[in-house]
């Protein structure tokens, strides 16, 4: 912006000038020397120019103005993002505490309803179950026990109940 308003101000330029002052490329010329110099100076004093100066300022100011908008609202949409990522990573924390906390649960109920089987306390059905309750019906490959049951799998979790029931 102070680029723009300098404009007000008188401008003063010199210029310096040294060569050859002749028709001729020589040195001397019947006796006289070619060789000279000279000085010009110009004083440009800003009194009107149908509004161009002002302009330029106006549009300046603009220009910046414009540019500390863009600033802020970049650093509110990066400090927006920021705060959503944080809640993100808060929910995702929570919840993998969650489920963990919901796993240890599990395991822990399952092994006190095969101690309760070991007693005679209780069925193998109900161990069967709960051991199906603490995964859910679902295989490691995705399939869900139903699917097994149709395939012809009559148990589809045998071999990991008996090594929990410890039979």
Same mark, same amino acid.
């Given at each position: 912006?102070?680029?723009?308003?300098?404009?007000?101000?008188? #401008?003063?330029? =010199?210029?310096? @000038?040294?060569?050859?002052?002749?028709? *001729? @490329?020589?040195?001397? %010329?019947?006796?006289?020397?070619?060789?000279?110099?000279?000085?010009? #100076?110009?004083?440009?004093?800003?009194?009107?120019?149908?509004?161009?100066? !002002?302009?330029?300022?106006?549009?300046? +100011? =603009?220009? *910046? $103005?414009?540019?500390?908008?863009?600033?802020?609202?970049? !650093?509110?949409?990066?400090?927006?993002?920021? !705060?959503?990522?944080?809640? +993100?990573?808060?929910?995702?924390?929570?919840?993998?505490?969650?489920?963990?906390?919901?796993?240890?649960?599990?395991? +822990?109920?399952?092994?006190?309803? %095969?101690?309760?089987?070991?007693?005679?306390?209780?069925?193998?059905?109900?161990?069967?179950?709960? @051991?199906?309750? $603490?995964? #859910?019906?679902?295989?490691?490959?995705?399939? %869900?026990?139903? !699917?097994? @049951?149709?395939?012809? $799998?009559?148990?589809?979790?045998?071999? +990991? #109940?008996?090594?929990?029931?410890?039979?």
């Amino acid at each position: 912006m102070s680029a723009s308003r300098a404009g007000y101000l008188p #401008a003063l330029s =010199l210029d310096y @000038f040294y060569g050859i002052d002749a028709t *001729r @490329f020589a040195t001397r %010329t019947d006796g006289i020397p070619n060789l000279g110099s000279s000085v010009v #100076a110009t004083l440009d004093i800003p009194i009107w120019n149908w509004g161009a100066t !002002q302009s330029k300022v106006k549009q300046a +100011e =603009l220009r *910046r $103005d414009q540019a500390k908008r863009e600033l802020s609202l970049a !650093q509110r949409k990066l400090l927006a993002d920021l !705060q959503t990522l944080y809640a +993100e990573a808060d929910t995702a924390s929570s919840e993998l505490a969650s489920l963990s906390r919901s796993a240890e649960l599990a395991a +822990e109920s399952l092994r006190l309803t %095969t101690l309760r089987y070991k007693d005679g306390e209780s069925t193998v059905l109900e161990v069967v179950d709960r @051991f199906f309750a $603490d995964h #859910a019906g679902v295989e490691g490959d995705g399939s %869900t026990v139903a !699917q097994e @049951f149709e395939a012809g $799998d009559p148990y589809p979790f045998r071999d +990991e #109940a008996t090594l929990e029931c410890g039979d």
